[in-house]
């Protein structure tokens, strides 16, 4: 048999070549061109710009509360009072007294050296925030001194409340916006005089807002 083609066979091959060339032809109806996938593209909404501080906002929430003040510190001391020494019903000479009238009470006596036991190193702080106080007033059973330091009231302040029936003390001292509560009393907490609670309000309010 010949190896040569005859023109009619020559013919059926070339027309079976080009059939699967056009199936291949990337310029087929079946396949996008390129002009039409950047259509589609130009047609189809941009994807969403990230935006500084709003990463995972859908997952996060609402926005945190604003913190609640922070709960007053209470330090528990037991006192430290000693059998014959002077107890704290020795103040009442002081009674409507300021600590500068005479005798500075707050740091000399029998005072100063129970508010140095309780108080440890906050006692300087104590000091410096009754540069500006008041008088030591009787509120019931319960005497008590309250004080700021100079130009910053609501800011650093204290009082100090003494129970002469139970020979006891409780101070309130606010300093760097931290409220602490100490005591030496036994057994029940002295309650805080009016005075003392109506400065507490006050101070509440001013480190909410």
């Known amino acids: 048999m010949s190896s040569m083609l005859s023109p009619w066979q020559a013919g059926l091959a070339l027309g079976v070549a080009m059939l699967a060339l056009s199936a291949c032809d990337p310029r087929?109806?079946?396949?996008?061109?390129?002009?039409?996938?950047?259509?589609?593209?130009?047609?189809?909404?941009?994807?969403?710009?990230?935006?500084?501080?709003?990463v995972h906002a859908?997952?996060?929430?609402?926005?945190?509360?604003?913190?609640?003040?922070a709960a007053t510190q209470r330090i528990r001391v037991p006192s430290t009072a000693k059998?014959?020494?002077?107890?704290?019903?020795?103040?009442?000479?002081?009674?409507?007294?300021?600590?500068?009238?005479?005798?500075?009470y707050?740091?000399?006596?029998?005072?100063?050296?129970r508010l140095k036991a309780l108080l440890g190193?906050?006692?300087?702080?104590?000091?410096?925030?009754?540069?500006?106080?008041?008088?030591?007033?009787?509120?019931?059973?319960?005497?008590?001194?309250v004080g700021?330091?100079?130009?910053?009231?609501?800011?650093?302040?204290g009082a100090v409340v003494i129970d002469p029936a139970r020979n006891a003390l409780r101070v309130w001292l606010l300093t760097d916006g931290q409220q602490s509560d100490f005591s030496d009393a036994g057994?029940?907490?002295?309650?805080?005089?009016?005075?003392?609670?109506?400065?507490?309000?006050?101070?509440?309010i001013k480190l909410a807002g």
Request: net charge negative; hydrophobic share 35%; glycine share 10%.
């Open 28 to 54: 087929s109806p079946s396949v996008p061109t390129p002009k039409a996938s950047a259509q589609q593209d130009a047609a189809a909404p941009p994807a969403p710009e990230a935006v500084p501080g709003a």
């Open 58 to 69: 859908a997952t996060v929430g609402a926005a945190p509360a604003v913190p609640a003040v």
């Open 106 to 113: 707050l740091e000399q006596g029998v005072l100063a050296d």
């Open 187 to 204: 057994g029940p907490d002295i309650a805080w005089p009016e005075q003392v609670q109506k400065t507490l309000a006050n101070v509440e």
């Open 148 to 157: 700021l330091r100079p130009h910053q009231g609501g800011e650093e302040m």
């Open 83 to 104: 059998a014959g020494e002077p107890g704290l019903d020795s103040l009442a000479e002081y009674l409507g007294k300021y600590p500068y009238d005479g005798t500075n």
């Open 121 to 145: 190193a906050s006692y300087p702080t104590l000091l410096s925030n009754m540069r500006t106080v008041g008088p030591l007033n009787r509120d019931g059973d319960a005497w008590s001194i």
